[in-house]
């Protein structure tokens, strides 16, 4: 009867950490949908698989907690988060709708998935349950695989299939058929020198600039940056540091130590 009782009561320490972490799961989860950027929302979205990992590991399901850490967060979530930093996703991309009605078919699937939610958290709060120390008798491992592989195969099998079409169907939109063939570095080394445009290959950036780094344009012999030696795309990005006025300060100064250096010399070869 104790043990009856205790499964069914909450402690402060549990309220607290409720309270606390469902208030960030939930501040998080927001920021996912409306940050402007597509790193923040994914950061947010792992500070949010971290505080659901926190919720199983205090409920007693440590296999469901490592396993959130560690292939959730710690490798799909990064991966994301890596591809978007490598690919560069920005806030005009969302606005472009490539699949009409696709707005509301997400409502609907946003519908279905709420009443869903409201569904299961209702047949939670209003059947009774046997507790950790019943369902983690045998190995908390142990009693998920069983509910897995016998009560729950279907759904676990259809959601293994669902996760497999999402995968194909991304691997499909992304794909680009090629109408033509690629052209080699030859061919197109040749028709740069048949256009007479730009004959030796592109220039590096940073040169002349005393930076390196690839977001920094190189400078000509004049001073003024060249827009061959960065990416168009960290150009479309607005991602490009401009270094010019400093670069023309200095070949300035350069040049006015080198005009007194040079009036001090034929006045003192005058001189003597």
């Given amino acids: 009867m104790t043990a009856q009782l205790a499964a069914y009561s909450t402690s402060t320490g549990e309220a607290f950490q409720f309270w606390i972490l469902g208030t960030v799961a939930v501040i998080g989860a927001l920021c996912t949908v409306f940050m402007k950027k597509a790193v923040h929302s994914a950061l947010c979205l792992a500070g949010t698989m971290i505080v659901l990992a926190v919720f199983y590991l205090a409920n007693g399901a440590y296999f469901l907690g490592v396993v959130q850490i560690v292939v959730y967060t710690g490798a799909i979530m990064m991966l994301f988060l890596f591809v978007v930093m490598l690919v560069g996703v920005t806030a005009a991309d969302s606005l472009q709708e490539t699949i009409k009605g ?25 059947t009774e349950f046997n507790g950790l120390a019943q369902a983690n008798a045998g190995g908390n491992v142990e009693g998920l695989a069983a509910l897995l592989f016998t009560k729950y195969v279907f759904a676990f099998e259809i959601t293994g299939a669902l996760l497999i079409t999402a995968a194909v169907g991304a691997m499909v939109l992304t794909h680009r058929e ?27 950036p940073g040169v002349y600039a005393r930076h390196n780094a690839v977001d920094i344009a190189g400078l000509l012999p004049d001073g003024t940056p060249s827009e061959l030696t960065v ?15 400093e670069a023309l300060n200095d070949l300035k100064a350069l040049e006015q130590r080198a005009e007194e250096r040079l009036e001090r010399t034929n006045s003192g070869e005058a001189s003597k």
């Fill in 178 to 204: 090629r109408t033509e063939r690629a052209r080699t570095q030859r061919e197109m080394a040749e028709q740069r020198v048949r256009e007479n445009k730009h004959v030796p290959p592109l220039p590096a």
């Fill in 231 to 245: 990416s168009k795309t960290l150009r479309e990005r607005g991602q490009i540091r401009d270094v010019s006025t």
């Fill in 102 to 126: 696709q707005r509301w078919l997400a409502l609907l699937c946003g519908l279905g998935f709420g009443i869903l939610l409201f569904a299961g958290i209702g047949n939670a709060s209003l």
